[in-house]
């Protein structure tokens, strides 16, 4: 049976056979690169609706299966994606709160500005157009006469200088907590 032509053409009862056929072959193949059952359910739904919403665009030159496992294979890669941003968007926040408990802010803010101070000369002056006053690199390139490649280059050395200094103040924010709190 012809099910691309078929689903092609919008038919509800060819769509319902194909699901049943490729559900649970999809649903395994998902569980096994992840896992996990929930992503796994989740890309088989979204592999699903998606086959359904752009069926105009399937080929008659490809296997039914090839197409679906193409979709399924795309959609899990977004999620995975999602998931990691996620992930280092709660990294990021449990760090931050961290901080904020290990360090007081004045202490903060007093090494943020050393930091900034110990920086080379155009280094400063960059990473203080650029995080301060807002300006995008291009401008900053213009203002100084160098290229937004230089100007990229800088405050990424900025930034790394500014880890550094963090990871210092962390790492004697948290020795002094447990000392205080024996």
Same mark, same amino acid.
């Given at each position: 049976?012809?099910?691309?032509?078929?689903?092609?053409?919008?038919?509800?009862?060819?769509?319902?056979?194909?699901?049943?056929?490729?559900?649970?072959?999809?649903?395994?193949?998902?569980?096994?690169?992840?896992?996990?059952?929930?992503?796994?359910?989740?890309?088989?739904?979204?592999?699903?609706?998606?086959?359904?919403?752009?069926?105009?665009?399937?080929?008659?030159?490809?296997?039914?299966?090839?197409?679906?496992?193409?979709?399924?294979?795309?959609?899990?890669? *977004?999620?995975?994606?999602?998931?990691?941003?996620?992930?280092?968007?709660?990294?990021?926040?449990?760090? *931050?709160?961290?901080?904020?408990?290990?360090?007081?802010?004045?202490?903060?803010?007093?090494?943020?500005?050393?930091?900034?101070?110990?920086?080379?000369?155009?280094?400063?002056?960059?990473?203080?157009?650029?995080?301060?006053?807002?300006?995008?690199?291009?401008?900053?390139?213009?203002?100084?006469?160098?290229?937004?490649?230089?100007?990229?280059?800088?405050?990424?050395?900025?930034?790394?200088?500014?880890?550094?200094?963090?990871?210092?103040?962390?790492?004697?924010?948290?020795?002094?907590?447990?000392?205080?709190?024996?």
């Amino acid at each position: 049976m012809d099910y691309v032509v078929d689903l092609v053409s919008g038919c509800l009862q060819t769509f319902q056979t194909v699901y049943r056929l490729f559900n649970p072959k999809l649903y395994a193949y998902v569980l096994k690169k992840t896992g996990s059952a929930y992503m796994a359910e989740e890309v088989v739904q979204l592999t699903f609706i998606r086959l359904w919403e752009k069926r105009e665009n399937l080929s008659s030159e490809y296997s039914l299966s090839a197409q679906i496992f193409r979709i399924a294979g795309t959609i899990l890669i *977004d999620q995975l994606r999602k998931e990691a941003v996620g992930k280092k968007h709660l990294t990021i926040v449990e760090n *931050d709160y961290a901080l904020r408990t290990e360090v007081d802010q004045p202490e903060m803010h007093h090494a943020v500005e050393q930091a900034i101070e110990q920086m080379a000369p155009v280094r400063k002056k960059v990473f203080k157009l650029s995080k301060v006053e807002g300006y995008s690199y291009k401008e900053i390139a213009e203002m100084l006469s160098i290229s937004p490649k230089t100007v990229e280059n800088h405050v990424s050395q900025a930034l790394k200088q500014l880890r550094a200094a963090f990871s210092s103040i962390i790492s004697l924010a948290i020795i002094m907590s447990a000392i205080i709190h024996k």
